[in-house]
């Protein structure tokens, strides 16, 4: 990509009214690309860790129990080469790692914080996660803990955006972080009530500010997408509030959640930060994260290694 100039169109206004605060739609120009070509990301599939890459049958319902979710016994390449016929969903992680789809990212974030009045570079933690998934699967409910814009490349995405500003969809200690937890969530059919729907098509991208609770189904072809992420200042704060509530919860010792005592929050930031910068260094290794991962959290913590469908399901 030469130039950044084509690859984000977006209605200022809209832009400066609603970036980071709702969901709303906008254009990109990445949908012919040759980093989403399928040889592309069988290529970007074997070059990462295995943690990096979570996959599971793409048959579940909205509101799928974790230990339900059909897992799908084939290697993460071999899904993507059988995308059409796979009923799979697919997400490859933290593709940031590789240069050319960083370079993507940087280029892509930037132009869209600058379209929407943001300093340059007001932010961090670029990630990206790429989704393949088959004709007719479903994301089922869930929240993340980034901003994020989702670009659509091939195929049909319909994803609902819900209203959750009082905490009646997901409650705040559902909100704790845990990598214990799965990411989906409890949903009921009233919360329908409360989605916005967008139909996105190649071309087509979707701001989901922080938390925004969300559930995303395929058309009657594969898909391709790929979610753009970052974290401003705020949002890094908030996600260490919302680390160490959930870690203490796991040592029963359940807190407030942000917002209720500035002084709370401040220790828990400063406790967040001493914590990381011991245990930081040591999940350089992928056998060292999976083994912190179970110490602190459990054995549910490392869901995502699990590719055999479980017997008697
Ligand atoms: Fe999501």
Do not use: C
Request: net charge positive.
């Amino acid at each position: 990509m030469n130039s950044t100039a084509s690859i984000v169109s977006v209605d200022p206004v809209i832009a400066s009214a609603k970036f980071l605060k709702q969901a709303f739609t906008l254009k990109h120009g990445l949908a012919d690309h040759p980093l989403f070509k399928l040889p592309r990301l069988v290529e970007l599939a074997k070059s990462l860790p295995r943690d990096r890459i979570e996959y599971n049958s793409g048959k579940v319902a909205v509101g799928v129990k974790p230990e339900d979710v059909p897992k799908i016994d084939m290697a993460a390449e071999d899904v993507i080469r059988s995308i059409e016929t796979a009923t799979a969903w697919m997400v490859i992680k933290m593709v940031e790692e590789d240069p050319e789809y960083r370079a993507l990212l940087e280029a892509f974030v930037e132009q869209a914080n600058l379209a929407a009045g943001r300093k340059a570079g007001d932010y961090s933690n670029l990630q990206g996660f790429i989704f393949v998934s088959s004709a007719n699967a479903t994301t089922p409910f869930h929240l993340d803990a980034e901003e994020n814009i989702l670009i659509q490349i091939r195929g049909d995405k319909f994803v609902r955006t819900f209203d959750n500003d009082d905490r009646k969809l997901i409650s705040e200690e559902d909100m704790e972080i845990s990598p214990s937890k799965h990411r989906n969530q409890k949903y009921e059919t009233w919360y329908e009530e409360r989605a916005t729907l967008h139909s996105l098509k190649p071309g087509d991208a979707l701001h989901m500010p922080y938390m925004i609770p969300h559930w995303v189904s395929t058309g009657d072809s594969y898909s391709i997408s790929m979610a753009m992420t970052w974290k401003t200042p705020e949002v890094l704060r908030l996600n260490k509030i919302r680390l160490m509530n959930g870690t203490l919860r796991r040592f029963g010792l359940p807190q407030k959640p942000p917002g209720v005592s500035p002084a709370a929050d401040m220790m828990k930031v400063i406790a967040h930060d001493a914590m990381r910068a011991v245990i930081d260094p040591i999940r350089k290794s992928e056998t060292a994260r999976k083994m912190l991962r179970g110490l602190i959290y459990g054995r549910k913590a490392n869901y995502y290694y699990e590719t055999k469908p479980k017997t008697g399901m």
